[in-house]
């Protein structure tokens, strides 16, 4: 699809079924972005790449446990598990997903000071990974995603996206929510829509 991009985010081990931080059915996505890929002239995948000791762990925090939510540097953050500890296992892209496809890899997360959900920024705003140029050094003005998790990284993809002038489309059937609460996934998906992210099924885009 020529001036669309595939990004795929976070298809990591960690959010798979037996990861740190399982996402419910992820391990569903792999196959899907595998079909998908053939059909994007440019493929992106983002990867959370932790520091030990990340601020977003509950372990780096005394008497803290995984779901609480607390303020890191004037930001509210979900404390999670150790997830993604740069070069470690977890961290990798899960084993099944056709890395050969994909164009392009952003990292993010990689500040200890600050969360980073999204593919195009910090949880603050202020720290770019570089995905805008990628893309559009390529030419890129449109975008769809897929990937883990909906409710948090996917969902701030999509957010970013918009907010930095792509079209967006969300391929839901491609994607995986956390579901921290009730509901939490069907509120993502109304907030992208509401700024303009198009809710898709992948089996309209397959070749």
């Known amino acids: 699809m020529k001036n669309r ?7 990591q081990n960690d959010f798979m079924p037996g990861g740190a931080l399982a996402v419910p059915d992820g391990d569903a996505t792999v196959a899907i ?15 959370d790449w932790h520091p030990e000791g990340h601020g ?3 372990a780096s925090h005394a008497d803290r446990s995984p779901g609480e939510v607390i303020e890191l540097h004037g930001v509210a953050q979900v404390l999670w598990p150790v997830h993604c500890v740069q ?6 892209f899960h084993s099944s997903l056709d890395v050969a496809g994909i164009d392009a890899v952003v990292r993010k997360g990689e500040d200890l000071a600050i969360d980073s959900y999204g ?12 995905l805008t140029e990628i893309l559009r050094d390529r030419g890129i003005i449109e975008v769809d995603l897929m990937g883990l998790a909906t409710d948090y990284c996917v969902r701030f993809t999509a957010l970013d996206a918009v907010r930095e002038g792509f079209q967006a489309r969300l391929l839901v059937e491609g994607c995986r929510g956390v579901e ?11 907030e992208m829509a509401a700024v303009g992210v198009e809710l898709r099924d992948p089996c309209d885009l397959r070749s």
């Open 180 to 190: 921290l609460a009730p509901g939490d996934v069907a509120a993502a998906l109304a």
């Open 119 to 130: 593919g195009f920024f910090d949880n603050g705003g202020e720290r770019a990974t570089g």
């Open 5 to 11: 991009a595939l990004i795929l985010v976070d298809l």
């Open 87 to 92: 070069g470690t296992p977890g961290a990798s």
């Open 33 to 47: 972005a595998n079909e998908l890929m053939a059909s994007y002239d440019f493929v992106v995948a983002t990867q």
């Open 56 to 58: 977003s762990f509950a």
